[in-house]
């Protein structure tokens, strides 16, 4: 556990399997994400917890597993507006919140997921 990472911060891997519980739960609900996201929403989440433990500053299990990220590289197959990204960080903000991640933390995490979320939109309207 390093530390002055948002990873130790806010409580390490479980704090991250619990934003990530809640993410997907969420994720799987809105109408506006099913149609791009597989049923089974299992092994994203898997990558999803992989990517946001080293995001955070957490241990690089994202690229032991999958090599360099690429986000919006691995996105362009699926049609990310910005009325998606405004769902998808919908649901990311309710998962912070169920998770209890605190402030300052929540809305540093939720700053920065902000702009990542941006980055990934590919398709106007
Ligand atoms: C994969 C949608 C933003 C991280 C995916 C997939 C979809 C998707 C449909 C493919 C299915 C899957 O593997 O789960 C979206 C939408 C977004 C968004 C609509 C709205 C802007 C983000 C953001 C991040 C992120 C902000 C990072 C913080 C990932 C990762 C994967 C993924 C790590 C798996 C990539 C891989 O290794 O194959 N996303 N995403 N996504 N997304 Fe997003």
Redesign the pocket.
């Known amino acids: 556990l390093k530390p002055g990472t948002i990873y130790e911060a806010i409580g390490g891997q479980e704090a991250v399997d619990k934003i990530i519980d809640s993410l997907y739960k969420h994720i799987g609900k809105h109408p506006k994400?099913i149609p791009?996201?597989?049923d089974d929403?299992e092994?994203?989440a898997r990558?999803?917890r992989?990517?946001?433990t080293q995001?955070f500053g957490g241990p690089n299990l994202?690229f032991q597993d999958?090599g360099h990220?690429m986000?919006k590289r691995?996105?362009m197959e699926?049609e990310?507006t910005p009325d998606?990204?405004d769902?998808?960080?919908e649901c990311m903000n309710k998962a912070l919140e169920e998770a209890n991640i605190e402030e300052p933390y929540r809305s540093a995490i939720f700053e920065r997921?902000t702009m990542?979320?941006?980055h990934?939109?590919n398709t106007e309207a």
Do not use: C, D
């Open positions: 994400l791009i996201f597989p929403l092994e994203s990558k999803q992989l990517f946001l995001f994202y999958r990220p986000l691995r996105h699926f990310i998606r990204k769902a998808w960080l997921l990542t979320a941006v990934m939109i």
